[in-house]
């Protein structure tokens, strides 16, 4: 079964911190994609980045960066100095050979002035 | 020159009544997705087409129905609404490559 764990229900900084936002999951297949997006407080979902089971290679993009350690299922998201602007849901997903995503029940973040 | 639209972005009903909501892509994607959002922000999958064809169909009541007259569309449309239909619908497609999401409707059954 394919299954996305975010074990971080809510978490709460303060400008400038940098933090991470966890993600395990499994599945049986050998080729899978996994994601990242962020639901802001207006609702929409927004596309951060996709990682295919054959890159392990990290990857930063501006203030966000994305460790994912295969042997450990893990594809974890930092934001490095965060800002208030930071502040949404932020889902893991898992998307396997079918086409289905399989989303996390997402991390609440919340970066305070 | 929005990737993936939908309508309405809000939408009030009483129960019983039936609705649609429509969406539509202009990325040229081959397969379109209609997800659930309930209150508790949990996301999940309802149907996906590629090519006008269906290929998921989780289960979903049959008051349910997806409608795709053509690549760039799909619609939703809902029989019979009942209370534990609100929530907010998302509308996705993609190329393989990446999902691109719609914006949403925010559904509410009174």
């Known amino acids: 079964a394919q299954k996305v764990t975010q074990a971080q229900t809510e978490i709460s900084v303060v400008e400038k911190e940098d933090v991470t936002l966890d993600c395990v999951y499994e599945?049986?297949?050998?080729?899978?994609?996994l994601f990242w997006y962020k639901q802001p407080p207006s609702g929409e979902l927004v596309f951060l980045i996709r990682?295919?089971?054959?890159?392990?290679q990290n990857e930063i993009s501006g203030r966000y960066s994305w460790n994912f350690q295969k042997s450990t299922s893990s594809f974890n998201f930092t934001i490095t100095a965060s800002q208030v602007v930071d502040s949404a849901v932020y889902f893991c997903a898992l998307g396997g050979s079918q086409g289905n995503l399989i989303f996390g029940k997402g991390t609440k973040l919340s970066v305070k002035p | 020159d929005t990737a993936v639209s939908q309508t309405p972005k809000y939408l009030v009903t009483q129960m019983g009544n039936d609705k649609s909501i429509k969406c539509e892509q202009n990325l040229g994607h081959d397969t379109m997705y209609w997800y659930k959002q309930d209150s508790k922000k949990f996301l999940k999958i309802m149907f996906s087409?590629?090519?006008?064809?269906?290929?998921i169909n989780e289960t979903v009541p049959n008051r349910f129905s997806p409608k795709s007259p053509d690549k760039a569309h799909l619609n939703l449309h809902i029989n019979s609404l009942e209370l534990g239909d609100s929530a907010v619908y998302f509308c996705a497609s993609s190329s393989g490559r990446i999902r691109i999401f719609g914006p949403g409707t925010r559904l509410t059954v009174t």
């Open positions: 990682r295919n089971s054959f890159d392990e």
């Open positions: 599945t049986r297949d050998t080729t899978y994609y």
């Open positions: 087409y590629n090519n006008k064809e269906l290929i």
